[in-house]
């Protein structure tokens, strides 16, 4: 069966809790490109072995890395982990001889908890080398990953905007509005700081509670909602809200038809950690018309800016919470809004595919395969 250029393949398949993937597959479908999800194989080789296995996959489009990469941290056996290395080296120039084009779509500087952080950069510059092409969100993410993995990237990394969730999601019905307000223990008067999704140490929540717990406002609230990702996150957090009932916990996964009364009822979302490159997280907040309180770090996403955030140095959440009582934040909401609506799939998809656009390059010269944004599509395609 002869490869098809137009058939990608996403990988991994990370879609569960997180319609990055699919709505970018939906978005590209109307660029003439089908797609399918897949799962690194547990073997030697997996990009390889699953190219072998997906006869039809044309081009092969990395989101995240860390499944493919875990194996290759956990020796700390130099030699073992040269070999690993080599293997990983092989794994990709294989793909280039079954002349499938391989991107790499970098989310992050490393993993989140990365077990070896050093050794982790070192096979992120090599894959940054390998690879035919990469897409970064923001400009000032690809100077960061230019300075922090010491490899020229310009010349085969796309820029490409993180869409928002303008019209993903549902409004928020005013009574199941005001119903969670009243299960949250809420008056319409308190002012809430919001941080809902996923909690882990590296999202650094831990430090969103001492900072709250410094402010001295009774109609202050601070509403966590999300799951814990181990059980002694979630006892900390309890323990905290035991001594300080301004602290509204609401532990276990968020459903997606309850994000938008959460959004609704906040005053302003934190959000202190900048460990990525992007944030779904802002998106989908300004998608909500929410101001943010970022760190100084979270400036490389190159949104919102000044209009739409608050933004703080290390050690300075506590002032930032209070800034946020004096802030113009229906200005900063409407700010936010403006720029999540500018901020399309469509418009996401159409770079990305313009770089999927020329499928020889790479296979008769060997160099990032990199089409111009004018070239010819293909008209057909499946999600």
């Known amino acids: 069966m002869a490869r098809d250029r137009r058939s ?41 072995r699953l190219l072998c296995s997906r006869r039809d996959a044309g081009v092969l489009h990395i989101h995240w890395i860390a499944p493919w990469i875990r194996p290759l941290l956990w020796s700390a056996n130099p030699l073992k982990r040269l070999i690993k290395l080599l293997l990983l080296i092989l794994d990709l120039r294989l793909c280039r001889l079954l002349g499938v084009p391989v991107y790499w779509t970098i989310h992050n500087l490393v993993s989140h908890e990365s077990a070896d952080p050093r050794w982790e950069l070192r096979l992120r510059r090599q894959i940054a080398r390998l690879v035919d092409g990469c897409f970064v969100h923001s400009q000032s993410a690809l100077a960061l990953l230019e300075r922090e993995y010491g490899v020229t990237l310009a010349g085969k990394t796309r820029v490409v905007p993180h869409a928002s969730y303008v019209g993903q999601y549902p409004a928020a019905p005013p009574d199941a509005v ?7 223990g809420l008056e319409a008067s308190d002012f809430v700081y919001l941080f809902v999704g996923a909690i882990r140490r590296y999202k650094g929540v831990e430090e969103l509670v001492e900072a709250f717990r410094t402010l001295p406002d009774d109609d202050a609230r601070l509403v966590i909602a999300g799951a814990a990702f181990t059980p002694d996150i979630e006892d900390w ?19 997606d038809e309850d994000l938008p009364s959460y959004l609704s009822l906040a005053s302003v979302v934190v959000l202190p950690y900048a460990r990525t490159l992007a944030s779904g997280s802002a998106l989908l907040a300004m998608s909500f018309a929410k101001p943010l309180i970022l760190p100084e770090a979270a400036r490389v996403f190159d949104v919102p800016g000044d209009d739409g955030a608050l933004y703080f140095e290390p050690g300075q959440l506590p002032e930032a919470l209070r800034r946020a009582r004096r802030a113009d934040l229906v200005r900063m909401a409407a700010a936010n809004r403006a720029e999540a609506e500018a901020r399309t799939w469509p418009a996401m998809a159409a770079i990305t595919a313009s770089a999927y656009g020329t499928p020889d390059v790479s296979a008769k010269t060997g160099q990032p395969g990199f089409g111009h944004p004018g070239g010819p599509r293909p008209q057909s395609g499946r999600v």
């Open 8 to 48: 990608v393949l996403f990988l991994p398949a990370w879609c569960e809790a997180n319609p990055y993937q699919p709505l970018l597959a939906k978005a590209l479908a109307d660029e003439g490109y089908g797609v399918d999800f897949a799962d690194y194989p547990k073997a030697r080789l997996p990009l390889f």
């Open 178 to 184: 005001t119903t969670m307000r009243h299960d949250l």
């Open 237 to 255: 957090l309890r323990a905290a809200s035991a001594e300080d009932p301004r602290i509204v916990l609401r532990i276990g996964y968020v459903p």
